[in-house]
């Protein structure tokens, strides 16, 4: 790695930044003294991909001259992440790896998801947890077809892992047209076809689902100031009986949206809380 992308973000983004680029032992963010302000880096092999996060999210790129840095090169690999009993992330990509690993869990799916550019790998609170309730649903649903929608679908991994865990078909979509880019490496690295995940860049205010893109799940990991105004937008994803999971949700701002979900005739059964990260799961 010899480029690096910066760019400075005022304090208040720090937590988008953090679930952004969690598990990316690549990128990290400094808090400027003062507090007011962070920096948010992240290294990379070439140029091009430095500057390519230039383009979508501003910032500078420049070239590294020393390598004190380069211990990340070097670092133990990361352990596999494991849900429940049916599921492994992991950020190996190498057929003779993950070979290994599917001998490791020979019960369990295995999703390869590395680190790309300024996107993380699945460790975060709000993605693990929603990893979790999508396992249980899947279970819950063994003998019978259902399909999910991923709104806010980032890198997409949440998608995946319900086609492998037996949705019939997915539905994943994302403002962020970066975040698409990159949820579209990761179906080639999984080998999910077009067919089987309709992924698009869409923005959730201004999406009318057909009906192939409404779900039995509907997952929708988004902060909770979009959460509280998108309800709506989202019970219309939902399919008879569906099951919604909603995170991205900071613990202090909880009942707020528990009372706009609650507005819509949404109900929770279950809510968990992961250090400041809030997820629900619930229905109409």
């Not at 988008?16 to 003294?33: D, F, L, M, Q, V």
């Not at 998801?113 to 300024?118: G, L, N, T």
Request: one cysteine or more; proline letters at 3%.
């Amino acid at each position: 790695m010899t480029w690096s992308w910066n760019k400075l973000s005022p304090a208040k983004w720090e937590d988008a930044w953090s679930e952004r680029i969690a598990g990316n032992p690549n990128a990290s963010i400094t808090i400027i003294k003062g507090g007011k302000t962070i920096r948010i880096t992240v290294y990379c092999d070439r140029e091009e991909d430095a500057l390519t996060l230039k383009q979508y999210f501003g910032g500078t790129v420049r070239e590294i001259k020393t390598r004190d840095w380069v211990a990340a090169q070097n670092r133990e690999e990361r352990a596999p992440l494991r849900i429940r009993n049916s599921l492994v992330i992991t950020e190996q990509s190498s057929a003779e790896k993950l070979a290994a690993l599917q001998q490791q869990f020979p019960g369990r799916r295995i999703l390869s998801v590395p680190a790309e550019m300024a996107f993380g790998t699945g460790d975060h609170a709000t993605t693990s947890t929603c990893l979790r309730f999508i396992a249980d649903f899947a279970q819950s649903r063994k003998e019978t077809a259902w399909t999910m929608t991923d709104i806010g679908c980032g890198t997409a991994v949440l998608a995946i892992a319900a086609l492998k865990l037996g949705a019939e078909h997915a539905t994943a979509f994302d403002f962020d047209p970066m975040a698409v880019e990159v949820a579209r490496h990761n179906m080639e690295r999984n080998a999910v076809t077009a067919e089987q995940l309709d992924l698009f860049v869409g923005d959730v205010f201004e999406w009318t689902p057909a009906a192939r893109q409404k779900g039995n799940l509907v997952v929708a990991n988004l902060f909770s100031t979009i959460l509280q105004k998108a309800f709506p937008h989202i019970i219309a994803a939902m399919k008879k009986d569906a099951v919604l999971v909603i995170s991205g949700i900071l613990a202090s701002q909880w009942e707020e949206t528990k009372a706009a979900a609650e507005h819509h005739g949404l109900s929770f059964d279950r809510v968990i809380k992961r250090g400041k990260w809030v997820t629900a799961k619930g229905s109409l």
